[in-house]
């Protein structure tokens, strides 16, 4: 019979503490991982704004099935959004350089893509109402409105005040200037729901 030595006992024993003190410096998220979560959300906004471009509508029910891509662009923006949030709750503080970074990214991504996807949609506006999908987009931009309420509270709560005010300005406006674009649709497809 193989009897373990008392030496393979106390690697095992630890092991679990030389991974606790090793493994969380690699996979804590950091604020790069947050500016990629930014750039995945944008990534995922361009490829809704063509599906949304491409959307010529339907009468219903044959507008859910063509209107399927567009719920699955929804669904792959809250996919992302999410995987954003949960890293900007368990990261810690930003440094400076990745504060600087996150805010940048924001400004020359989604402060760009959601703006004119919003723009995009709002013109489809004829097409989603022949298929009845109305309260389909309604819900959908409700639903990445709080998603983009939620992830950006978790990502500013980590920011540096070293980065400076004016930078700190530059990302408070993206924020709000997204917020606004998603709720002015939200509000231009409610009145016009009938
Ligand atoms: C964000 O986009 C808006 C237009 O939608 C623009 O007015 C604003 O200057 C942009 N913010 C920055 C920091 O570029």
């Known amino acids: 019979m193989f009897i373990p030595s008392p030496s393979i006992f106390l690697l095992f024993a630890l092991l679990p503490l030389a991974s606790s003190i090793a493994i969380p410096q690699s996979i ?16 995922a906004v361009f490829e809704l704004d063509a ?5 010529d509508g339907s009468p219903f ?4 099935v063509d209107g399927t891509p567009v719920l699955l662009g929804v669904a792959k923006i809250h ?3 999410r995987a954003g949030f949960r ?16 805010i940048s990214t924001v400004t020359n991504t989604v402060n760009k893509s959601i703006p004119s996807t919003t723009k995009h949609l709002k013109e489809k506006l004829p097409a989603f109402k022949e298929g009845l999908l109305i309260p389909v ?6 639903l990445l409105l709080s998603d983009h309420d939620t992830f950006s509270a978790a990502t500013f709560a980590k920011v540096n005040p070293g980065v400076g005010e004016a930078k700190i300005k530059e990302g408070a406006d993206g ?3 997204i917020h606004n674009v998603i709720q002015d649709a939200i ?3 409610t009145a016009n729901a009938v």
């Open 187 to 189: 509000l231009f497809y």
């Open 61 to 64: 029910p044959t507008s859910l």
């Open 79 to 81: 996919e992302v959004n």
């Open 28 to 43: 804590l998220p950091t604020g790069q991982t947050v500016k990629q979560d930014i750039i995945n959300i944008h990534n």
């Open 51 to 55: 599906t949304v471009q491409a959307y």
């Open 87 to 102: 890293h900007a709750l368990a990261t810690l503080p930003f440094t400076v350089p990745d504060s600087n970074d996150v």
């Open 137 to 142: 987009v309604i819900a959908s931009l409700v």
């Open 175 to 177: 924020v709000a200037n």
